[in-house]
């Protein structure tokens, strides 16, 4: 059974920096492409970053360009989004996500989902 297991989650100030991890166990993970996905209360899932398969292709929201970046270890089956200069609109449980196809920002596209980590900014 697939296993996406997020991590680095936290409670940072206006300004601050996290950097959040997602290790993926039992599933091929240089074959599919990853997403990061965040979802506020009230709102609805949205797709944050993605990064294909082979990691020389990233996409991103137009509200986190230039202060999130996201990154694959494939020797290590881990993903990551580095956070930059998070402000109170960041605060949302992020999700880790495998599977993605060429609409990145859909969730519908890929199959296999972590639990989430929650990140909170404090003004």
């Known amino acids: 059974q697939v296993q996406v297991v997020e991590s680095g989650g936290g409670l940072v100030q206006a300004g601050g920096s996290l950097r959040l991890s997602c290790t993926v166990s039992?599933?091929?993970?240089?074959?599919?492409?990853m997403g990061w996905f965040r979802q506020a209360p009230g709102k609805e899932r949205e797709g944050v970053a993605a990064v294909c398969d082979g990691g020389d292709s990233t996409h991103y929201a137009d509200s986190v360009k230039g202060r999130f970046t996201i990154s694959r270890d494939t020797a290590k089956n881990e993903l990551y989004l580095q956070l930059n200069n998070l402000n109170s609109d960041d605060s949302a449980m992020y999700y880790c996500?495998?599977?993605?196809?060429?609409?990145?920002?859909?969730?519908?596209?890929?199959?296999?989902w972590g639990q989430g980590t929650q990140v909170t900014v404090s003004s």
């Open positions: 996500a495998a599977g993605g196809g060429h609409n990145w920002w859909r969730e519908k596209e890929y199959v296999y």
């Open positions: 039992r599933l091929t993970f240089d074959g599919y492409n």
